[in-house]
């Protein structure tokens, strides 16, 4: 639908995510172990909201401000931000610390403007998980592609 393709490391898998607003693909990217929950939404650019049309950096801080009310304790971490590529197009990745329950999580973000789409990779995993979890993360960004 929104013209991309992923590839997954060994034993992880993909689950193309039902969605009913146009131009939208979300992706269930699934690790062997269960320890995270992780996806990726594509949204074509002509669809986004106004809020949504902004800066990237401005635009990442919007997402986050609704996940900061959403989840207990959410911090993002200051020295976290970091420039990157998705696709060839810039891109911002971000770390921030929150609390489920008794569990310290860590929830891990990149946000990219393509041509023609905005592109967003999400990672909640437990804290003792992350730094492990997050190479394989990158992996999967670092191999998306647009067609």
């Not at 690790?31 to 074509?44: F, H, I, M, Q």
């Not at 106004?50 to 401005?58: A, C, I, N, Q, S």
């Not at 401000?65 to 976290?80: G, I, L, P």
Request: charged share 30%; aromatic share 10%.
């Amino acid at each position: 639908t929104n013209g991309f393709s992923l590839t997954a490391p060994a034993g992880w898998t993909f689950d193309r995510e039902e969605v009913e607003k146009k131009g939208t693909t979300e992706v269930r990217i699934i690790d062997p172990e269960g320890a995270t929950v992780s996806s990726l939404t594509v949204k074509s650019l002509d669809t986004l909201d106004p809020e949504e049309k902004k800066p990237l950096r401005e635009y990442a801080n919007h997402e986050i401000a609704k996940a900061a009310k959403q989840n207990k304790d959410f911090q993002t971490r200051a020295d976290s931000w970091k420039d990157r590529k998705v696709a060839g197009q810039p891109a911002l990745s971000v770390i921030a610390d929150y609390t489920e329950g008794k569990t310290k999580k860590v929830a891990y973000g990149v946000w990219s403007f393509g041509q023609t789409n905005a592109v967003y990779f999400q990672m909640l995993t437990s804290a003792k998980d992350f730094d492990a979890l997050q190479s394989k993360m990158d992996a999967i960004i670092d191999l998306y592609t647009t067609k």
